[in-house]
């Protein structure tokens, strides 16, 4: 669903309802551009030609700060365990960098050629972010325009303006100024009540000047400032109006004006408070009064006390059950929308991992749960569409989009931020799915494994075999005895040790109400070829997969996608694994959030090129 900037509004009780239903939800960026690359290899790479993590985030961090994220898809997933259905919500929104309400901040960003470029070749609309696009303000721009307005209320901090003694024409006026009041001071009559300084001979017929400048009127503000202070000004058209000091009516005039920026920048808020749901944050300043308008955003009759109980209860969810957040190769795109939405980055990739931590404490990484598995993770074939494609091929678990989010049933718009976070909502169920019914993972032990990965059944990052190769590894590592938990009432049977993993049931359920199915046969495809060797620095494979060029000998190594989705034979022996059918069951799903299968693939982030290769959260 393609949500524009005018209809965001009526739009945002749905949005909000969608996160909160949400089991998670995928997002996907498209940017004005990314990180450059240096024609010399910067100082301070490691041994191999590799940068450190800090390097990388360095270089990203850097580009955030200038570029500008021009367009936005999440894509709501909710799940139903009973029906064994995932129904998937996909939005997609152009991001608007034009600050449309007057708040004395501004906005700088560029635009990169290459990404202009890479951005045209698939029909991305330039001009789309600026006529359509949804308004969006971080914390920091909020912070610092509520900043500046409420330093507008204190009159003491405007600065004086400073005459100098030959300057005869402000000497002149301000004398002018003086008398005036001193003479409406003085009058024996309580009228008139306000004393209007203009120019002089305004008040002729024949008096055609557009009365006083911006310069003359500060002039005045500033002498009634320092010299009456029983006295205020208030700025009218083409003239001051002097009247005497109210505390109450300062009162009354100074929330006016703060009500008044609140209903700006909670207009200018806009995309900022998905963000801010999906965070647990706050949103007291949205007026419940929004949820009394159709998705047309046409006035509807409701009971308001019921309205705002509604939306309170739905503040409790959003904070009570935080937002788990699924991106493909999301490293950078993590720290684009960081950039947008709440603020300056840190410095230093440690804090920049705590800070997103806290804000999603569980955040999936596609990238890195396709290639965790891979003898040569850095080089694996795990783009976006080449995972799709595969596991489409999977009958189970069913996935299904919305009755009102139909858009990408019939359409495939590559690099669509919208599309492709519906496709890393896709890859994530299935693979997922997939994953665990192998089977590949311990979580249970007598004692602590040398490592987490050390704990699950999978093919080793090093030293390993590709998951199609039939033999387990001769020599495997040694670790710590463990011990595999067998599903309620099962008991291991030994004779299975040697069976390979539990594949995933063939037969799907049907479609349910409300929702529309998603095909799992394979699409004619219309984009260009996945496989040709030149590739876009800014497609989903990540630019820094460019880095190394493989040769013959090393691409025949790499692990094909199939390879990534194709369980492995039963653990090494020194595990003590006993492979154990699971219960039949109607329905495939995704591990559940509490599973350990996360403590493995969770929180972890694929970084190709560095020499970490992965930046762990939390």
């Known amino acids: 669903m393609d949500v524009k900037g005018i209809a965001f509004q009526p739009q945002l009780p749905g ?40 390097q990388r985030y360095e270089e990203v961090k850097e580009a955030a700060e200038k570029y500008q994220v021009l367009q ?45 470029e890479f951005l045209l070749s698939h029909h991305f609309r330039m001009e789309a972010p600026f006529l359509e696009g949804v308004a969006y303000l971080s914390r920091e721009e909020e912070a610092l325009a509520r900043q500046l307005a409420l330093a507008r209320l204190n009159k003491s901090s405007v600065a004086d303006i400073q005459i100098q003694s030959e300057d005869h024409y402000s000497i002149a006026f301000i004398q002018r100024v003086r008398k005036e009041i001193d003479e409406w001071k003085s009058r024996t009559t309580p009228y008139p009540d306000f004393l209007n300084i ?44 002097v009247v005497a000091f109210d505390q109450n009516r300062e009162d009354a005039v100074k929330a006016t004006k703060i009500k008044i920026f609140e209903e700006k920048a909670t207009r200018q808020i806009g995309l900022r408070w998905l963000v801010e749901a999906m965070v647990g944050g706050d949103l007291d300043a949205i007026d419940p009064k929004v949820f009394a308008r159709s998705p047309t955003g046409q006035p509807i009759f409701v009971d308001l006390a019921v309205i705002t109980r509604h939306f309170n209860d739905l503040q409790h969810r959003l904070k009570q059950d935080r937002t788990v957040l699924v991106g493909h190769n999301v490293f950078m795109d993590l720290i684009n929308f960081y950039k947008c ?17 806290q804000l999603f404490p569980m955040i999936i990484d596609t990238k890195y749960l396709a290639t965790h598995n891979n003898i040569n993770a850095t080089h694996a074939r795990s783009s976006l569409e080449e995972l799709d494609e595969e596991l489409n091929k999977l009958p189970v678990p069913v996935i299904e989009t919305h009755i ?81 938990r067998v599903p309620k009432g099962q008991r291991p049977n030994s004779s299975d040790s040697d069976s390979q993993g539990v594949s995933i ?23 260009p070829s996945k496989k040709s060797p030149k590739q876009s620095a800014f497609s989903h494979a990540g630019r820094f997969d460019l880095l190394s060029d493989l040769s013959s000998d090393e691409d025949a190594a790499v692990a094909s996608v199939t390879a990534v989705l194709t369980p492995t034979r039963a653990g090494p022996q020194h595990h003590h694994y006993r492979k154990v059918s699971p219960p039949e069951q109607k329905f495939t799903m995704m591990p559940t959030w509490d599973s350990d299968f996360w403590r493995v693939y969770g929180n972890k982030l694929r970084v190709n090129g560095t020499a970490e290769g992965i930046c762990e959260l939390g």
């Open 15 to 54: 949005l909000l309802e969608a996160i909160a239903d949400a089991h998670f939800v995928a997002i996907d960026l498209e940017l004005s551009g990314i990180q450059s690359r240096s024609i010399n290899k910067p100082a301070g790479l490691v041994e191999g030609g590799q940068q450190t993590l800090q």
């Open 72 to 116: 936005i898809g999440l894509t709501c997933v909710k799940e139903d365990r009973d029906k064994g259905v995932y129904t998937a919500r996909p939005y997609n929104f152009y991001l608007n960098p034009i600050l449309e309400e007057r708040l004395d901040i501004e906005r700088i960003f560029s635009y990169q050629s290459g990404a202009v």
């Open 198 to 241: 203009a120019p002089i001979g305004h008040s002729l017929s024949a008096f055609t000047d557009r009365g006083l400048n911006n310069f003359e009127k500060r002039l005045v503000h500033q002498i009634v400032r320092a010299e009456y202070a029983d006295l205020v000004t208030i700025s009218r058209p083409g003239f001051i109006q």
């Open 341 to 357: 939405f709440f603020g300056q980055l840190p410095d230093r990739v440690e804090d920049f991992q705590s800070i997103m931590h």
């Open 404 to 484: 009102e989010h139909t858009k990408y049933i019939s359409a495939q718009p590559a690099h669509e931020a919208g599309f492709d976070s519906f496709l890393t909502a896709k890859v994530l169920i299935r693979l997922s799915a997939k994953l665990e019914a192998a089977g590949h993972y311990v979580d249970e032990y007598v004692t602590m494994p040398l490592s987490e990965d050390d704990a699950y059944q999978t093919a080793p990052e090093e030293g390993g075999v590709p998951l199609n190769t039939i033999n387990a590894p001769s020599t495997p590592k040694p670790v710590s005895h463990q011990k595999i």
């Open 505 to 527: 049931v063939d037969k799907a359920p049907t479609s349910t109400n409300g929702s529309v199915s998603v095909s799992t046969e394979k699409k004619p495809n219309t984009s």
